[in-house]
């Protein structure tokens, strides 16, 4: 008769601290955070490898640490154990009622100043014991910081998503043109961006940004003549209100008025243009917690229309 093949024994301690020093890169970083010893950390990690017979880190004098495939691929799955393990927590701790813990979400950068205070102020009114991170970043950047666990959700416009991701549609931004006041197109209303076609353009010059808003006026047989680029969404308002060319943005402000005091006019686009998506997205194949899930059911409610 075969001997029994011994379970592993490793701790839910030890696995939150190789996480933590897996996201951190340094064990360092990982105890101050969790407000122990480096070398609680150490050991934990230590006792873990032995316990699992794979060695998860390589460990860099002065560099501090990086993954090993066999840490990568653990992590990968570790993250959703962990999220159920929260999940379980926060469920006996509240008992049925109500929510606690926290929630990171993050934010695309053009979005949030026109979504992320209204819908993290209805959240926290909702579930006030639950504290509520972001982390505003670019398309990209917030795809990698969902795969990294700094954030457990992402709001985010829906292109380029990648397999690894799931997402619920929450919104749609609608594109639109906007011209200076003296414009000769100012006193309308609505304009086919053909109408646009020989005068100059002021790019939001963001990865992915810009491609789909020159792509837009290619696919009307418009070629843009683009005078300036810029990753600000305020300085691109500014230079069309100064009359240095038209845009195409999504996002509208409650004011026409710039920051220096100019304004803008913004105007409906007849095209047949498509809206771009705004979607919550997340890591596919994680179990979200209760916190995630009341807020995805939040932002259906606070951004449809």
């Known amino acids: 008769m075969m001997a029994p093949v011994p379970e592993p024994s490793f701790t839910l301690i030890q696995l939150r601290y190789f996480a933590a020093a897996a996201e951190r890169g340094s064990m360092t970083a990982a105890a101050r955070d969790l407000v122990v010893s480096q070398s609680a950390i150490s050991t934990a990690v230590s006792q873990l490898e032995k316990e699992l017979g794979v060695q998860l880190f390589l460990r860099h004098h002065a560099r501090g640490l990086t993954l090993t495939a066999a ?44 979504q992320l205070p209204r819908l993290v102020a209805a959240y926290e009114q ?116 100064h009359g240095h060319g038209f845009a195409v943005l999504n996002q509208r402000p409650v004011h026409d008025t710039t920051y220096d005091g100019a304004r803008v006019i913004p105007l409906q686009l007849t095209d047949d243009l498509a809206a771009l998506d705004v979607v919550v997205a997340w890591v596919r194949g994680t179990r979200m917690t209760r916190r995630a899930r009341a807020f995805v059911r939040l932002a259906k409610s606070e951004l449809s229309g």
Request: a negative charge; one cysteine or more.
């Open 71 to 114: 840490g990568t691929d653990f992590l990968r799955e570790l993250r959703s154990f962990l999220s159920h393990a929260a999940d379980l927590e926060e469920t006996a701790r509240s008992a049925g009622t109500a929510l606690v813990g926290d929630l990171s979400v993050g934010w695309f950068t053009t979005l949030a100043p026109f």
């Open 126 to 241: 909702e579930h006030p014991q639950v504290r509520v991170s972001v982390v505003e970043e670019e398309h990209a950047h917030l795809k990698q910081a969902l795969r990294d666990g700094r954030c457990e959700l992402s709001v985010m416009y829906g292109y380029d998503l990648d397999e690894d991701l799931d997402h619920v549609v929450v919104g749609a931004a609608t594109p639109y043109a906007i011209v200076s006041a003296r414009h000769r197109l100012a006193r309308r209303k609505r304009i086919s961006l053909r109408e646009l076609a020989d005068e100059p353009m002021i790019l939001l010059d963001m990865p992915h940004t810009a491609d789909y808003f020159t792509s837009m006026l290619e696919a009307l047989g418009v070629q843009p003549t683009v005078r300036f680029r810029s990753p600000a969404y305020e300085t691109v308002r500014a230079l069309v209100a």
